[in-house]
């Protein structure tokens, strides 16, 4: 039907790239709609917790093959159980090979499973290339519950260990260093650089250097029930680099955020820019071709929403009525309809005076069927070129307003993205991989529409001028 | 005279506009108990003040109190806190209009005052030089790049540039603000990274200026990138319109030089609306400023914007909406009679 | 002859191939006469104005013929030259809707006076003088002068370009279409106009409308044009009552008149896509006389009595 369209369509590069560009924006956006909750923001996203493990504010992995001085991957181990008794051991074993520290280290245990309530003791160790184990922490754990076992402990909120901000472990693993090199370093200290400096660490000079080797964690529980279980246990060993776009300043995965940022990008857009064409070229036939009351009407009313200034007014009325996503595309819906409506009135008020549609009026058809059988199909081609091309200025303003500050905390966006990077120094701290990504994937999205609209050209035009 | 009239006529509609948005704040914070909240919170600080004063003269703590209650209940009476909140429209329209919005909560003005009026005003000139600046140096860029598009049309050039134009429409700006920052400032470090002056400022006024420009490069770099695409292709658009009509064609029949054509018959004729798509723009490029300021730290009314956000201060945000919805409406109506000026299709 | 213009032939290069515009047209014009160029919309009047104002558009491409003005060969001469010399000097043109072809932002007296002050260096007050008395000639007051177009009716504009069109007295005027847009009372006005315009002036008019009883009314010989070439062209008066062509004669015959009881017919089918013309003649497929060889071949051009024919019936 369309064949000599899609052809003109298709024939400059803008309508191939385009078209390119947009069906990966959209085969994305399905991939995560599939396998993304719906609720991914509120429950994942924004949910400190969930991204406790992750290192905080690390380049991507990949950032190790430019770099000179590669830093290490994020690990997370996880444990060989051994029982004996009533101790369970949970030992972690794994190789250091990087010039630099981990950032960070940290224990997670969860799932208890527990018959009794009495308290169990935990102990760290650790063994290092250099050394025996050595004795890093022990303590306490009790716990009271009404009702009868088992007990389930740690399930939703597991037990967290920040090796790197104990305060038994750097006491420990200072006093070994002192033993074993004779080097001092103070507790307190040490509590403020991060106590893996230490526990990775070898002095040289007045310094410590990464110490390569084997190296072994052993978490021993004494239990008061043999039957007693741990159903998970990891040792986390913070990256200086993560996944494939890094984390921000909440440990949050880059990549997991971006990828979401798809599918509401192109909800965003398609949503404002067909509600705006529908609103827009209904109002624009009704007021061109009905005139009379419902023309002045319509005139006015677009005449004053097209004059107002759009960015103020999104501002002061997300920050007043809340910030929700719905509200902002509703607003660019209500100021956006007008700039249509006043380009399709003048068309309908030169199509009106056709010879077919005074034909149709002669001939006694209805005005709905003359403005869907006439009108409409004569401004469609207009409508959906339009349309297309209003889909990145609901982006680009969604964007602006969430880099604001102004966005819907429920959803992750680009330009959230953007902000919070910006608001943390970003710039001045140059994390690229947090401010560059988002940017770009704004961009090429609009860039898209920006070309198919540009192809559309050709197709419209003509009939414009024919209008005319 | 019929100049004047329809001009008369524009000018209305402004204010209509004016008007719309007002009476659109005025009742979401009716609506929404802000306003109460703002005018409850005037009450208070006054009370306070009366507190302290008397503190000194009245000693019994029972007597104070009855003396604030009475006054509260005068300033509740006075600000119309007793009626429902539409009742107080009229004059929280213009408190608005005389920018009548207190104080700010923590915001304060460059000179330590913390009333609206005061924080507001002082911004004023220093996003009006951004943006106007900005806007003329886009205007003459896209006119010129535009037109020379324009003679090229269908050329790898024309295409080539077009492509670029619409990589500058889909480019947020304050994105490339980052960007600009970023490579130019922290990479190459040509220009600085954020504010109006180095401080301390120059004393001497020449350097001063020189070091003004020099912080408003970047900012100014930003708005003049992040426009110029939108600008040459509408210009381009219009120009090539203009160039297919008859009369370009009969201008070169009777024999006029081709500079000619293109000065009277082309960009003449295409100049009213070439500066319509300015008018519509107006209100991109103040978007605009408020995101480049909030990226460059520009101490102008944008930036306030932001760090009036980030402190949750309504009334900052009233007054910034009020005062840009103004300046934007008076910017239009300017632009609107010399459009008048320019066509004289509608001068009569 | 003052005009001789042979072979002329024309293509525009369009996205579906080339489309032939204008093909072997030769016609010769003479002073103080007036030929009619009548053809269906479409079939290539337009071009045939353009060519010889050497105003064709960019994607036009002129592939045969020459046009002798007085002895100087003018498609050969350049640009600059032709500009200085003939175009608008010695043929000017009437374009074809006169509502566009004014400058709406520049006073129509300045823009008829323009010519004068950039072709002839003359001073402004008096070019500015000689253009009120151009608008006086076509029968506008002088007032007018300080009017902008779009406070003009459609007939004061097309007088206007009339006006303009003789501002520099060139010897012939192309008038492309000069009344198709106007009221039929002011249609008659401005026939009237150009025919007193011709006897006072002893201008050269070629003449083209799509309205043969229009064309009939001016000229002194007709040429009727289909698919872009000259089927018939002859003194006015023998080209109608007498006509030769098969297209002549069902264009006569479409031509309402109160005169006869006959009702007017239409001539079947639709004019031929000329990026793909019929072979042959390409009037065959609407032609009722066509013949075998139609098919085949393109018709040369015959002389039977007073007009020149391309059509096979001739072919003796
Ligand atoms: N610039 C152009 N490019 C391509 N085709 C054209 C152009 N101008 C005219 N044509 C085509 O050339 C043919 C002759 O046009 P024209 O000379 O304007 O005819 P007329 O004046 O008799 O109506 C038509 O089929 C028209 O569509
Ligand atoms: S040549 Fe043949 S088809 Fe063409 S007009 Fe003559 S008779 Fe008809
Ligand atoms: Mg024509």
Redo the contacts between chains.
Sequence with gaps: MFKEEIKIFLKGGSGKVGLALFTLLLALSLYVIASFPLDFGVRYWNNPSYWADYPITVPPAWYNFFSDNPKPEHKIISAEEKSFDNNLQLSFRFKQVYDDFPSFISLRLGKFTLNSLNPLTLELYLKRPDSEFILLKRQILTSSFEGNPPFNLYFDEPLRISLTADPDVSFEISSFLSRKYNFKILQTELLSKGAHVALFGKPEKDILIPLKGDYEIVVNLKLSDPKDKVGEARLILGGGVYGLMGTDSLGRDLFVGLLFGFPVALFIGAVVSFLVALIGTFNGIISGYMGGKSDTLIQRASDILANMPLLPLLIFLTFVLGQKLWLVMLILIVFGWPGLTILIRSMVLQIKSFQFIEAAQALGSTRGRIILKHIFPQTAPFVFAQMIFSVPGAILAEAALSFLGLGDPSLPTWGQILELGFRRGGIYSGYWWWILPPGILIMITAFTFLLIALALEPLVNPRLRRIK | MIVGKKLALRGITLLGVLFSVLLLVVVTLGATGLSDNMLKAIVSDQLRELRTSLAQTIRDPLELEKVLEQRRNQLYDFYGLDEPWYNRLPDLIIRVLSLDLGSARNLKSFSGSSKVSDIVLERLPNTILLVTTALIISGLLGLYFGVKLAIKAGTKFDRFFSYLSSISYALPTWWLGIIFILLLAFQLRIFPPTGMYSSPPPSDNLLKFLDLLWHASLPILTLVVASIGGWIYSVRTMVLNVAQEDFVTLGRAKGLKESTIMKRYIIRVAAPPILTGLILGLAGSLGGAILTETVFGWPGMGRLYYDAILALDENVIIALTFLFTLIYIIARFILEALYMVLDPRVRY | MMLELKDLTVNYLTDRGRLKALNKVSFSLSEGEALGVVGESGSGKTTLGLSL?R?LPKNAELLEGKAIFNGLDIFGLLEEEF??KI???KI??V???AM???????KVGHQVA??LI??ENLPKPEAYRRAEEALEQVGLNRQVFHC?P??LSGGMKQRI?IA?ALILSPKIVILDEPTSALDVSIQAQIINLLKKLKWELSLSFIFITHDISLASDISDRIAVVYAGEIVEIGPSEDVLLNPKHPYTKELLESIPRITLDKLPSFIAGSPPDMVDPPKGCKFHPRCPEVMDICYREEPKDFTVSKQRVRCWLYND
Excluded at chain 3, 100 to 106: A, D, K, R
């Design positions: 104002m105003l500009r200085r175009r608008w000097k000017s043109m374009f074809q809707g566009n072809s004014l400058n709406p932002v520049i323009e010519p950039e072709h902008y779009h406070e370009v303009m």
